[in-house]
């Protein structure tokens, strides 16, 4: 088979609101070869994406996205694995690309595994998928009282507050949350906090907040600093406590996985494979973690379609069992497909066992939320939003 197209589809709420929500909009990508097709999603800002998979080229190593895929071979797994090195040799200097490429690569195993009748973890090389532990993905409350009454309303095990206030003010704001927080949960479930990289590399300050943080008993302390301020992130954790660091959904290709996992003390290496380079490099991920004793666990915000692809990468892996589930979706990432993976009566969240990706594009459900656009240079149209069906 050949790769005959490459469809992007760049989806929008009416309203996208000044919020730390990713999904508020959507960039799907529908692959086609022969008789089958495949469907992933860009963890990235549509238009962007869109224009670096068009866009003419401006040398030899800055080739539009679709230069590497379109005409493409895709017969087997390593035709995927040799596309993405095609896209990031031909691609280098177009700092979009692995954004881009993350939907296409998804789409690319979603496709192969439609075609094989087997779940994408499998052809991960898994012999069986382990489920894995959901936590609650949400913001912060405006004030105390609004993070306890969220916490109040979860039904999962562990849950995750994050963005919102935290860290905009001193400590002693932050520590109301964080109490507010527990004392919602309970003292029996896991409580997770994200700063959002709201200290830039600002050790010191972070480190105000660590005696509430263990005072609470939270698990981690996600992403501080951002991705790149390894120094920050190693001061830090030699200072955490019980605490640990988790990071890594800033890592736009496998080598700032890697410095994360050697160089920021993190005990959990998060990973969106809709922002790697796809599923491909998220595994890549997970098994260097692996080997370095670093707990992988999957980055979602966005939809079930996102949410199958990032479970993938891990599915195979027992120990590391705990796993992101946005619970503050808004209605366009939830119409994105007809299925919805839900958590069992246990609390536990099964990967999918169908073909591919295991969930279904729904089309229908999309058209409401599809964003008419056109991209043109030099008297030439360049992309047009292409038919959804």
Aim: proline share 6%.
């Amino acid at each position: 088979m050949r790769i005959e197209s490459v469809d992007l589809f760049y989806l929008s709420m009416p309203e996208v609101l000044d919020i730390g929500d990713g999904s508020q909009d959507a960039l799907l990508v529908r692959v086609r070869a022969g008789a089958w097709t495949g469907w992933g999603e860009c963890e990235a800002s549509p238009l962007p994406s869109i224009a670096s998979y068009v866009c003419p080229m401006s040398h030899g190593a800055c080739k539009p996205v679709s230069a590497s895929v379109i005409g493409q071979k895709i017969d087997d797994v390593e035709d995927i694995r040799r596309i993405g090195n095609l896209v990031r040799a031909q691609s280098m200097d177009l700092l979009q690309a692995d954004h881009t490429l993350s939907g296409i690569d998804m789409a690319l195993w979603d496709l192969l595994g439609n075609r094989e009748g087997t779940p994408v973890w499998r052809l991960l090389g898994y012999e069986r998928a382990f489920p894995k532990v959901p936590y609650a993905s949400m913001l912060f409350g405006d004030t105390p009282e609004d993070t306890y009454a969220k916490a109040r309303g979860v039904l999962f095990r562990a849950a995750k507050f994050g963005w919102g206030p935290i860290g905009k003010g001193p400590a002693s704001d932050d520590a109301a949350h964080f109490r507010a927080a527990r004392e919602g949960l309970g003292p029996d479930r896991i409580l997770l906090v994200d700063i959002g990289t709201a200290w830039g590399e600002d050790f010191e300050r972070a480190a105000l907040d660590l005696p509430a943080l263990n005072e609470c008993g939270a698990l981690w302390l996600e992403e501080p600093f951002v991705s790149g301020a390894l120094s920050a992130y190693s001061a830090l954790a030699a200072r955490s406590g019980a605490v640990k660091l988790a990071a890594g959904e800033g890592s736009h290709n496998i080598y700032m996985a890697r410095q994360l996992v050697d160089h920021a003390g993190i005990g959990f290496l998060q990973i969106d494979a809709g922002r790697i380079g796809g599923i491909s490099v998220a595994k890549d991920a997970a098994d260097y973690a692996t080997v370095r004793g670093v707990t992988y666990v999957n980055h979602t915000f966005t939809s079930h379609l996102a949410l199958s692809a990032s479970l993938a990468p891990y599915a195979g892996l027992e120990r590391d069992e705990i796993c992101e589930y946005p619970v503050e979706l808004k209605p366009l990432a939830l119409a994105i497909t007809a299925d919805h993976l839900l958590p069992g009566e246990d609390g536990l969240l099964q990967i999918p066992a169908g073909a591919g990706l295991g969930v279904r594009v729904d089309t229908e459900q999309l058209r409401p939320y599809l964003v008419d656009c056109e991209i043109r240079a030099g008297g030439r149209v360049l992309y047009t939003t292409p038919p959804l069906d």
